[in-house]
């Protein structure tokens, strides 16, 4: 628990005066003095209703300096510390930023996307970013509140202790406050998942990307009349939250309004009696006045404070689930300069995180180094999933994968991904310049043309950099001015070629990346990295992974494996699964028919 506190204080106060540490100091420094300042001004009324009465003049202006020099000083104070603070808002923001970003992005696994429990607590961190980013902030002006809340019972204590039960009844506000932010809380993550939608809606009805198919379809009004209904049931539980959290503070505000009004009428009878002077009672009511200001700032922050709070504890999530991902550095190997035996699935077994459903295995089949496999099966046989536990997108759930010999847990993730290649169906389009689109498939050729210019060849492409007004330096696209919009078939060649820049993988994973072409092209593009692929196989033993509906394009591999329901049901060349008669050999022949 100590521990896990510590943690929790490394990113809500760590990570702000690591950031701009001077300017966390001044804030404190500023706040605090403003704090005193903001309080001990009072004592000037006491001075100068005294003196007044007392007919001292001497009295009066010491009391009219002390108001006016201590109230104003508090007023510069507050300001600078106002302005310093949103400078150290906005570091820390960056700081945490840079952090999220990295944690996010580099989390070796596609668990945290693809899972909507983990999604919404990623989503939650991010959106509220800012806000734990104003943390070192709020722990400041929690810091002056308590000062100010000190000063304010020792003034109140020298003019008649008993008032001091009215800062105590401050304690019914700020619980019904915390209640008040519990119910919001738990309003804001029962919607987390309608919110979202709710978003995917609206991006969905006012993207250009998608506006063609959907006015053909004639779903835009339903889909707008959706996004509506979804929309007034997020209204309505958030104004039911907002209507119970409302009256929780009201409660606990009518408490300490009613203890105000006691002390106020039990001090002018005092006053009336002689007991207190008209001086302490002006300074007492003032400082009551002030308590009540304080108490609703204090309550602000605290709850604003609990929202950070609540995404520090998600952030310590990513972390954690980050480091359980990652096996210790001593554990990791590197991947092997080639291939030598090949790459084995022992008994394996996979379970998508969450589910108890099995979708690949229990599968056991040998990939041999140096030789082209095709992965053909229907939608769902799980060829995809088999991919992506090749690229250690997710870890099995039973069984091992060896790579020659060596379970790919314990390589280190990043190693192995830089000598791997892929290129997928659902292909990201990067909306960059040409050169910049293709070249990140291999950031350390990205700025190297010549290196592109390979890659278009072999991805059939070598065409496209004359069509375009600055070849390979032209904005694709049509998110820029200067953009040149591309056909789908060049948008997925752009993405073969991206996942060919690399010239020594040890895998090359090509999941249904020829979907948008026509056979002719299709066959003509694969004969082209046949060449290719063999000279790979010679120099370095890689394995090259075909996954492809089109049988015309398999029917060259050197072992077509075929999957149904997750499991191997025959492997083979072509021409020993067509002698066998088998599922393969039917499904090729319904696909030579419809071709026919």
């Known amino acids: 628990m100590i521990a896990r506190w510590r943690r929790l204080a490394g990113v809500l106060v760590g990570t702000g005066f690591r950031a701009a540490p001077w300017t966390g100091v001044a804030c404190l420094v500023m706040s605090l003095l403003a704090a005193g300042a903001s ?9 100068m209703i005294d003196g007044a009465i007392a007919g001292k003049a001497g009295r009066i202006a010491l009391g009219a300096a002390l108001v006016a020099g201590l109230f104003t000083l508090s007023w510069v104070l507050a300001l600078i510390s106002a302005t310093e603070g949103s400078l150290l808002t906005d570091r820390t923001s960056l700081a945490l930023g840079v952090r999220i970003a990295r944690l996010a992005a580099t989390l070796p696994t596609l668990e945290h996307f693809e899972r909507p429990e983990l999604l919404a607590r990623l989503e939650q961190l991010t959106s509220n970013r ?41 304690i019914a506000p700020a619980l019904s406050d915390r209640v008040a932010g519990r119910v919001q809380q738990r309003a804001e993550t029962a919607l ?35 996004h509506g209904e979804l929309a007034e049931r997020v209204r309505g539980r958030t104004v039911r ?28 009878l005092r006053a009336a009696h002689g007991h207190v002077t008209p001086g302490q009672v002006v300074m007492a009511v003032s400082l009551i006045r002030r308590a009540q200001t304080q108490i609703s700032r204090s309550t602000d922050t605290v709850s604003t404070f609990n929202t950070s709070l609540a995404a520090a504890r998600q952030l310590l999530w990513l972390e954690d689930h980050e480091r359980a991902l990652r096996p210790p550095a001593s554990r990791r190997t590197s991947p092997p300069e080639r291939l030598r035996s090949g790459i084995v699935f022992d008994g394996l077994q996979f379970a998508y995180p969450g589910s108890d459903e099995i979708v690949l295995g229990p599968l056991s089949l040998e990939l041999p180094a140096g030789r082209t496999i095709a992965l053909v099966g229907h939608n769902g046989a799980g060829k995809t999933t088999l991919v992506k536990l090749l690229s250690g997108m997710y870890r099995p759930t039973a069984g091992r994968v060896l790579i020659d010999g060596v379970d790919l847990i314990e390589l280190s993730v990043e190693d192995w991904r830089g000598r791997l290649t892929a290129a997928f169906q659902d292909f990201v389009r990067f909306q960059l310049r040409l050169r910049e689109s293709v070249g990140v498939g291999d950031l ?16 059939g492409s070598d065409g496209l950099e004359t069509k375009l007004p600055e070849g390979l330096e032209t904005p694709v696209g049509n998110r820029y001015t200067a953009g040149h919009e591309l056909s789908g078939g060049q948008w997925q060649r752009l993405a073969l070629a991206r996942g060919l820049m ?11 990346p020829t979907a948008s072409l026509d056979p002719p092209t299709e066959a003509a593009l ?7 692929a063999r000279a790979l196989a010679a120099a370095h033993g890689t ?27 025959e492997s083979g060349s072509h021409e020993q699964l067509i002698a066998d008669g088998g599922a393969y050999a039917e499904l090729f022949a319904l696909q030579a028919r419809a071709y026919a």
């Open 39 to 47: 309080v001990t001004y009072t004592i000037g009324f006491r001075v």
């Open 502 to 512: 690399r010239e020594t993988p040890l895998l090359v994973a090509l999941d249904e």
């Open 444 to 459: 350390a050729h990205l700025e190297n043309p010549d290196a592109v210019r390979a890659a278009l060849a072999r991805a």
């Open 543 to 569: 394995i090259t992974l075909l996954v492809s509906h089109r049988f015309s394009t398999v029917r060259a591999a050197d072992l077509i494996v075929v999957l149904e329901h997750g499991r191997v049901v």
């Open 130 to 170: 800012r806000t734990l980013g104003g943390a070192p902030r709020q722990l400041i002006g929690l810091a002056g509140q308590t000062a100010r809340a000190v000063a304010i019972v020792a003034l109140l204590a020298t003019v008649y202790p008993p008032v001091l039960v009215v800062p105590l009844l401050a």
């Open 526 to 532: 694969f004969a082209r990295y046949a060449d290719a």
């Open 241 to 268: 939250a907002a209507l119970m959290s409302a009256a929780c503070e009201g409660a606990g505000w009518v408490v300490f309004a009613a203890g105000v009004v006691a002390a106020i009428v039990v001090l002018v």
């Open 192 to 226: 987390a998942g309608d919110r979202r939608l709710l978003d995917e809606l609206f991006a969905l009805v006012t993207s250009a990307t998608e506006a063609r198919e959907l006015r053909t379809y004639g779903i835009t009004a339903a889909l707008a009349a959706r």
